[in-house]
T-cell receptor, first 111, second 113 residues
Framework: SQTIHQWPATLVQPVGSPLSLECTVE??????LYWYRQAAGRGLQLLFY??????ISSEVPQNLSASRPQDRQFILSSKKLLLSDSGFYLC??????????FGSGTRLTVV | DQQVKQNSPSLSVQEGRISILNCDYT??????FLWYKKYPAEGPTFLIS?????DKNEDGRFTVFLNKSAKHLSLHIVPSQPGDSAVYFC????????????FGTGTQLKVEL
C-alpha cells in the first residue's frame, strides 16, 4: 500500500519569506500526485496535480508553484509568502484501482 | 462555485444510534464519489466509495447511498461509536479527469456516550 511522507508537520513563516514543502511516496510507482490546501473552515482545494516527472498542472491561480523532480517526489514552493497562503497543505497520491491516499499534512502559518 | 456541498457543518448523535451525513453535488460529470474521515492535524483517510453505476455500497458499519437523479449521496454509520467522532468529507471525481477530487466543506460528527 502507498505511504505518503510530508514534512515539516508545522511551519511558521514571515510574510515575504520563501517556502518549500516536500512530499515523498513509498509503495508505488508512477503515481498521480496532488497538492491540496485546506483553509480555515473550508474544504480541501486542489492546487496542483502531476501525472509524471516534470509534468505539473495548476488548478487555481496563486502565489505557489509545484515541481516533480523524481517519480515519487512532489515539492510545493513559493518565492514570497503571503498571509493568505496560511492553511493546511496535504499531498496525495493516486494509482488506478485505489482511492487517493493522503499524507499527514503541513500546517503553515504565515505571520 | 461549490460543486460539492455538505450543508451540515456539524452533527451530534448518541453512541449506538445511526449517523447520517449528507452531500449534494452539481456537476453531472462526476461519476465516482468517496467519503474521507479526518482527525485534527492529520490527513484524510479513505472510508468508502461508490461508482455512479451503483446506488449503494456497504462496508461493515458504513454504507453509502447514491441518488443520481437528485445528485445526492449520504453516508450511514450504524451503530455509531465514539471513535467515529471526526470530520467527514465527501469528494467527487469525473472519469478522465486525472482523479482530481472535488471536496465538500466537511461535517464534524460528534458521537456522544
Amino acid at each position: 500500500s502507498q505511504t505518503i511522507h510530508q514534512w515539516p508537520a508545522t511551519l511558521v513563516q514571515p510574510v515575504g519569506s520563501p517556502l518549500s514543502l516536500e512530499c515523498t511516496v513509498e509503495g508505488t510507482s508512477n503515481p498521480n500526485l496532488y497538492w491540496y490546501r485546506q483553509a480555515a473552515g473550508r474544504g480541501l482545494q486542489l492546487l496542483f496535480y502531476s501525472v509524471g516527472i516534470g509534468q505539473i498542472s495548476s488548478e487555481v491561480p496563486q502565489n505557489l508553484s509545484a515541481s516533480r523532480p523524481q517519480d515519487r517526489q512532489f515539492i510545493l514552493s513559493s518565492k514570497k509568502l503571503l498571509l493568505s497562503d496560511s492553511g493546511f497543505y496535504l499531498c496525495a497520491s493516486y494509482r488506478p484501482g485505489t482511492a487517493s491516499t493522503f499524507g499527514s499534512g503541513t500546517r503553515l502559518t504565515v505571520v | 462555485d461549490q460543486q460539492v456541498k455538505q450543508n451540515s457543518p456539524s452533527l451530534s448523535v448518541q453512541e449506538g444510534r445511526i449517523s447520517i451525513l449528507n452531500c449534494d453535488y452539481t456537476n453531472s460529470m462526476f461519476d465516482y464519489f468517496l467519503w474521507y474521515k479526518k482527525y485534527p492535524a492529520e490527513g484524510p483517510t479513505f472510508l468508502i466509495s461508490i461508482s455512479s453505476i451503483k446506488d449503494k455500497n456497504e462496508d461493515g458499519r458504513f454504507t453509502v447511498f447514491l441518488n443520481k437523479s437528485a445528485k445526492h449521496l449520504s453516508l450511514h454509520i450504524v451503530p455509531s461509536q465514539p471513535g467515529d467522532s471526526a470530520v467527514y468529507f465527501c469528494a467527487a471525481s469525473a472519469t478522465g479527469g486525472g482523479n482530481k477530487l472535488t471536496f465538500g466543506t466537511g461535517t464534524q460528527l460528534k458521537v456522544e456516550l
